[in-house]
């Protein structure tokens, strides 16, 4: 890598020119926009300009009732919708103190862990397409049609659930969806295979990514990092695994991590996770325990005054809710910690000194949604 | 040869079967073919990356979606043509023009079979070469006359691009003068089919470097950096509209055509086959060149541009030096 | 349910907060029902003093809010570690309307962008933040959203007429 | 009412496309129509995509409910793209965005409001909502309404047909020349 510290002010001055990867752009997946400081091709200074799909959610949060409230999880990380939905019913769960029986927690792991399985497909698979590769897209996405077939059946929606309930889910998982989820993980078993050729040993694909874009732990700790941005610089950090919330617990899975921190390890802890994802889906759908789906529930719930925080683990990283109840129905105030809000900001620390084309490539592996930023 | 060489025809058709004619004729029958196998081509790269990509590609415009292209230059032809007020009008204007003339060039010496050759040009392969540098020079033109950062970053990559793969696209092609010691693409080809033998298999290192070189001079597949969509919005063409834009991308394509055409006549024996006519073989051979340029455009990334740089600089560059050196000793020695 | 691990941190992390932030007052909550382990309420400031604190444990700063208590903000630090045992703390402190904390984006970067989020949405200057501008709303913005007064906030005694 | 077999979007029985004589219309008929023959089956979208209904766009191209059939290419720049797909919430900031990328298109330009959002602002308007402008019709005159949030693929789909007949049968140039008459005639 160029090293930008031996140019020193005086030339930088002259040569350097500000380029808009502006909000509309086919790389900058969404409505992102990055002011680069370039010295011909190699970026001095970046600065992601964030703000362009921001729909005020936590102001609608303070005048609407905890359950008008359902719909906007999934609308601010649409990839991974299901875990914000059933993450924001968790939120009020364990401010109301609402026990959720088994056989819910169980359907909320495997719709959530399909949701993980769809939204890395698309992380991935962009990340491919940013460095020019465009099959691997359209591949993704065939394996994602599957799921967001299953999803649909069960929640109705392919893309903004609403599928959890206070207590609960909706409601039950079909005898077709049981069947439809065996068949789809045997499927999906025998595409590993496809992507492993088309794009994991692809010589192109690795000298493009290896070594680009390295965060390092300090960074990750300094930048508040977490996800498989975090875990594709070796540390071993999964809120399923650290902070175990609903039925996580009883299933055995590890934590993929990678130590080299560049692109390329962190593209490959996604499609580990893909594995993972897969074996916990197959453990649920084993185990899965008879009994009612959702709990006996008033039909507003009115939490008790105070506040609360919960975390899990969205696509992109630790993602929370921060409720501030007053004892009314209406929350007081409801904050979102957005994973993609801190991975993002990393990006001023570890781009300066790499190539135009690097850019897009670290910007994909780091798998953002711009709304979830936004919020 | 050519077909006005035969001895009777010009004593019978007197001026018709003179030199000047036969090469009008010829320029009409480039402007033909051009822009037709430009058509079909598109829509081939359409559907190849269609079926890769497990889809049918288009598929509503006439039977199968064969008359795809034709309507999307029809629509090109319709739209407005945008002139931005910030570009340099004159070459704004002129750089599409420049960059078709010297695709249209190159089909002069191919030597589509024995007796269908426009003009032998006994410099046949300098002329495809040097005018194929002109079309370069449209490209810087057309990126700095937008006037937009994007244009001008793929036009200066385009030019940087060209200057280091057309070093070794030459050292890959003097192995072949020294066999055949002629510039005339005719004779190339009249050599290996007398010999029988291919020159792939005398030269096979010599093919393999013409290749990339090829795929890198015409901004093909993972050497695309001129035109890299998902970093350059469009490269140099990104601020031109309808017509103008449709040029850039019939040049694009015409350049890769005569890049097949060229690797065929060098190493493929050119219009060289056991029963079919010659011009059959020659057109087989180049559009399964056609075939295997797409097929890797879908299936490999891009590379990066100091990569590029290095591969051409570092590797191809010696490895065409030294083939060259051994091809000069062979020759001597036998 | 708290692990060896964890309370043996829990306690040293008390005991040097104490010493650290006297006037403070920390207190252990429970994780079932809070999500937290410890709540620490801070007076008068120290705020950068918990963050150097946090750092040299290698604690994450998670994320940096505001609550608008109609007369006084309430600032929320959340601070996890994944190092050693999985642990939680929220730190709060009570500013006035009009006050100035210091920002702690010299000791966590990452704080730059939420500290600048908070004065986006509730218009709380930080004290010696390199570049304290909007992140979100556009920049000629001149309403600070979140806070209580802006637009239709529905309190609690409009209950009824949201029953749709 | 029991609805056996018809499919999900099809119009309903009363959508009929009104293609009333415009009076002062002079075109020449064959040429505009074969113009507008190749424009509806060479749409090419500019890859514009703000939110949730982005990824319901992208969806519509890939191999599933391929619009390549269609003869649809996305676009990266404004110059070279017929259709803008407004897919996403419109949020104060994007607005000069939105009319900048509109301008630069050149002529025949159409716009597709996909999405609740787009349309009116969806589940994001309400009276005290600071954010956002409800619906794209405000900043740029659009052609196609899309419901849904997000819409399927096959509705994005449909929308093209529909823009495709509106094309076809000239009502979008008629409208415009009237419109363009008409404020001659005001001023």
Not at chain 1, 90 to 100: R, S, T
Not at chain 1, 108 to 118: C, D, F, K, M, P
Not at chain 2, 204 to 214: C, V
Not at chain 4, 134 to 154: F, L, M, Q, S
Request: charge should be neutral; aromatic fraction near 12%.
């Amino acid at each position: 890598m160029l090293n930008i510290k031996t140019i020193d002010d005086a030339t930088i001055s002259q040569r350097v020119y500000q380029l808009n990867l502006g909000p509309q752009h086919p790389s900058t997946h969404g409505v992102m926009h990055l002011l680069l400081t370039l010295d011909g091709e190699v970026v001095v200074k970046i600065e992601p300009i964030i703000g362009y799909s921001h729909r005020g959610h936590e102001k609608m949060a303070e005048n609407r009732i905890y359950e008008q409230f359902l719909p906007n999880p999934a609308r601010m990380d649409y990839l991974s919708g299901m875990i914000f939905n059933h993450g924001y019913c968790m939120a009020v769960e364990k401010l109301c103190g609402i026990e959720v029986p088994r056989r819910a927690e169980y359907i909320r792991v495997i719709t959530s862990e399909l949701n993980r399985i769809a939204s890395h497909f698309i992380g991935t698979m962009d990340y491919a397409m940013g460095l020019g590769a465009i099959t691997p897209f359209l591949w993704g996405w065939d394996d994602r049609e599957n799921i967001l077939d299953l999803l649909e059946m069960i929640s109705g929606s392919r893309l903004t659930y609403s599928y959890g309930r206070f207590g609960g889910v909706r409601n039950d998982i079909t005898k077709e969806f049981y069947d439809g989820t065996r068949k789809f993980i045997d499927r999906l078993r025998s595409r590993f295979w496809d992507y492993e050729n088309l794009i994991n040993q692809n010589v192109i694909f690795i000298k493009r990514s290896r070594d680009v874009g390295v965060i390092t732990t300090e960074d990750a700790l300094a930048f508040g990092v977490t996800g498989p941005t975090l875990r594709g610089s070796g540390v071993k950090y999964d809120v399923r695994k650290n902070e175990p919330y609903s039925a996580y617990p009883e299933f055995k899975f590890e934590i993929p991590t990678r130590k080299e921190g560049d692109c390329l390890a962190r593209y490959q802890v996604r499609m580990a996770e893909l594995e993972q994802s897969i074996n916990i889906i197959e453990q649920a759908l084993d185990h899965l325990p008879p009994g009612p789906v959702r709990a006996k529930v008033p039909r507003f719930v009115t939490p008790p005054e105070g506040d609360c925080y919960v975390t899990f683990e969205s696509a992109r990283g630790a993602a929370g809710f921060y409720i501030v109840s007053d004892g009314t129905r209406v929350p007081y105030r409801i904050k979102v910690r957005a994973p993609s809000f801190s991975n993002l900001f990393v990006l001023t620390k570890i781009c300066p000194g790499h190539f135009l084309a690097d850019i897009v490539a670290i910007f994909g592996s780091i798998d953002v949604t711009v709304p979830e930023i936004d919020r | 040869m050519n077909i006005t060489q035969l001895p009777y025809i010009k004593d019978v058709y007197g001026f018709l079967g003179s030199d000047v004619m036969s090469g009008l004729v010829g320029l009409l029958i480039i402007a033909a073919l051009v822009p037709l196998n430009v058509a079909f081509l598109v829509l081939v790269e359409r559907k190849v990356a269609g079926h890769i990509q497990l889809r049918p590609g288009p598929m509503e415009v006439g039977p199968h979606g064969i008359l795809q292209t034709l309507i999307d230059a029809v629509k090109l032809l319709g739209k407005e043509m945008v002139t931005p007020s910030s570009t340099d009008k004159l070459l704004y204007w002129l750089s599409p023009i420049i960059v078709v003339a010297p695709a249209f060039v190159g089909f002069i010496p191919l030597p589509f079979s024995p007796l269908v050759q426009i003009k032998d040009v006994n410099v046949g392969f300098l002329l495809i070469f040097s005018f194929s540098s002109i079309g370069v020079i449209s490209i810087l033109m057309g990126g700095w006359a937008s006037n937009n950062k994007y244009s001008l970053i793929g036009a200066v990559r385009s030019v940087a691009q060209n200057v280091a793969y057309e070093i070794p696209l030459l050292l890959a092609t003097m192995p072949i003068i020294l066999m055949t010691n002629t510039f005339k693409l005719g004779e190339i080809a009249q050599a290996q089919a007398q010999s029988g033998l291919w020159f792939i298999f005398y030269q096979p290192i010599a093919a393999i470097i013409f290749f990339i070189a090829t795929t890198a001079e015409t901004n093909r597949a993972p050497f695309d950096l001129v035109e890299g969509e998902s970093e350059l919005v469009s490269g140099f063409h990104t601020e031109y509209t309808g017509m103008r834009f449709s040029l850039f991308f019939l040049a694009e394509y015409t350049n890769m055509v005569i890049a097949a055409a060229l690797f065929t006549t060098f190493f493929l024996g050119g219009w060289h086959g056991p029963v079919l006519p010659g011009a059959v073989w020659f057109f087989a051979k180049t559009y399964f060149l056609l075939f295997v340029v797409m097929w890797i455009r879908w299936t490999y990334p891009r590379i990066r541009f100091d990569q590029l740089m290095n591969f051409a600089w570092k590797i191809l560059i010696p490895i065409a030096l030294v083939n060259l050196f051994i091809t000069a000793i062979v020759l001597k020695v036998l | 349910m708290l692990t060896a691990g964890q309370k043996k941190l829990l306690v040293e992390l008390k005991s040097s907060l104490a010493e650290s932030v006297p006037e403070g007052q920390i207190s252990e909550s429970d994780y079932a029902a809070k999500g937290y382990h410890l709540d620490v309420r801070l007076q008068k400031g120290g705020v950068r003093r918990v963050a150097q604190i946090m750092l040299d444990r290698r604690f994450i700063l998670e994320t940096v809010t505001a609550v608008d208590f109609i007369d006084s903000f309430e600032l929320v630090y959340l601070y996890s570690t994944y190092y050693q045992q999985q642990v939680r703390l929220l730190v709060r402190i009570r500013i006035a309307k009009d006050a100035q904390p210091y920002s702690v984006s010299a000791i966590y970067p990452g704080a730059i962008w939420l500290e600048r989020e908070v004065y986006d949405f509730f218009g709380i200057r930080f004290q010696e933040h390199p570049d304290l501008k909007r992140i979100i709303n556009p920049d000629e913005a001149d309403y600070f959203p979140l806070l209580k007064n802006f637009g239709k906030t529905k309190f609690t005694d409009q209950i009824d007429d949201i029953l749709c | 009412m029991e609805v056996k077999g018809s499919p999900i979007c099809m119009p309903s029985k009363g959508f009929q496309v009104e293609s009333k004589e415009i009076p002062g219309v002079v075109g020449f008929a064959p040429v505009q129509d074969l113009l507008n023959l190749a424009r509806v089956n060479a749409l090419w979208p500019l890859t514009f995509g703000i939110a949730c209904c982005a990824i319901e766009m992208m969806a519509a191209g890939v191999a599933r409910f391929d619009w390549d059939r269609f003869g649809i290419i996305p676009r990266g720049t404004p110059r070279q793209s017929d259709v803008m797909v407004v897919a996403g919430t419109i949020p104060h900031k994007l607005v000069s965005t939105i009319q900048t990328l509109y301008d630069q298109m050149p002529a025949p330009k159409y716009v597709i409001a996909m999405g609740n959002c787009a349309i009116s602002g969806g589940p994001f308007s309400y009276d005290g909502q600071y954010a956002i402008v409800n619906g794209a019709d405000k900043i740029i005159p659009v052609d196609v309404y899309i419901p849904g949030c997000p819409p399927r693929p096959e509705a994005l789909l449909q929308g093209f047909i529909k823009i495709q007949t509106k094309m076809t049968k000239g009502i979008i140039d008629a409208n415009r020349r009237a419109e363009k008459a008409a404020r001659r005639a005001k001023k």
